[in-house]
């Protein structure tokens, strides 16, 4: 793979993307939960979770970088990470206190919850070891596919495997661009699908 190939898709599945990702994922299923909700309320949960989950966090790590807190958007070196993951943790906490008091499925704010869960954890692990980021968003969103699936008897397939073939090559790249070992990446994804997994199950 291409140094730039791994470098666009990296940004692409950064980890600050993926419980964005998650939502259009949710709410365009096929499902109960996803049918009942009006296209109004689903644009109202979209710009809800984008604000708190995507602008706010990246606008935050764009003042740590001016402030030389952090040296890149990509949060490279394990101890730079500590402030922007606690920042994102209690944001993603807020959004899941906003979805909560919606009139819709619990499913929407648990899977805010459990983005809480990795990132509290991640930070946690930071002050220990290095583990890839963005293999914990998308062992998470896996986690999450396949603990629906068998708690709600749905029939997610297509997604699971592109879950799964994405998390591959995302893996692949991350490890192109020397940006993690691989026992980073696969302790990551791990982390990730374990907690997701767990919480939906």
Same mark, same amino acid.
């Given at each position: &793979?291409?140094?730039?190939?791994?470098? %666009?898709?990296?940004? %692409?599945?950064?980890?600050?993307?993926?419980?964005?990702?998650?939502?259009? $994922?949710?709410? @365009?299923? @096929?499902?109960?939960? /996803?049918?009942?909700?009006?296209?109004?309320?689903? !644009?109202?949960?979209?710009?809800?979770?984008?604000?708190?989950?995507?602008?706010?966090? $990246?606008?935050?790590?764009?003042? !740590?970088?001016?402030?030389?807190?952090?040296?890149?958007?990509? !949060?490279?070196?394990?101890?730079?990470?500590?402030?922007?993951?606690?920042?994102?943790?209690?944001?993603?906490?807020?959004?899941?206190?906003?979805?909560?008091?919606?009139?819709?499925?619990?499913?929407?704010?648990?899977? &805010? !919850? +459990?983005?809480?869960?990795?990132? $509290?954890? =991640?930070?946690?692990?930071?002050?220990?070891?290095? $583990?890839?980021?963005?293999?914990? +968003?998308? +062992? +998470?969103?896996?986690?999450?596919?396949?603990?629906?699936? &068998?708690?709600?008897?749905?029939?997610?397939?297509?997604?699971?495997? /592109?879950?799964?073939?994405?998390?591959?090559?995302?893996?692949? =790249?991350?490890?192109?661009?020397?940006?993690?070992?691989?026992?980073?990446?696969?302790?990551?994804?791990?982390?990730?699908?374990?907690? &997701?997994?767990?919480?939906? %199950?």
């Amino acid at each position: &793979m291409e140094e730039r190939s791994a470098k %666009i898709l990296s940004l %692409i599945f950064h980890p600050l993307f993926v419980p964005f990702y998650m939502l259009l $994922i949710l709410l @365009n299923v @096929n499902t109960f939960f /996803a049918i009942l909700i009006p296209v109004k309320v689903k !644009l109202l949960l979209t710009l809800l979770v984008f604000i708190p989950s995507i602008l706010l966090p $990246i606008l935050i790590v764009y003042l !740590l970088t001016r402030l030389k807190v952090v040296k890149s958007f990509y !949060l490279e070196s394990r101890e730079e990470r500590i402030y922007p993951l606690l920042t994102v943790a209690v944001l993603y906490y807020l959004t899941y206190y906003l979805l909560k008091s919606f009139p819709i499925s619990f499913i929407f704010s648990y899977y &805010m !919850l +459990g983005s809480t869960f990795l990132t $509290i954890l =991640a930070m946690i692990i930071s002050f220990y070891r290095k $583990i890839s980021l963005h293999m914990i +968003g998308m +062992g +998470g969103m896996l986690g999450l596919l396949m603990g629906l699936s &068998m708690n709600l008897n749905l029939d997610l397939t297509w997604y699971v495997v /592109a879950s799964v073939i994405l998390s591959g090559l995302l893996g692949f =790249a991350r490890i192109q661009s020397n940006s993690h070992k691989p026992s980073e990446i696969y302790s990551g994804f791990l982390v990730g699908a374990g907690v &997701m997994f767990l919480l939906f %199950i």
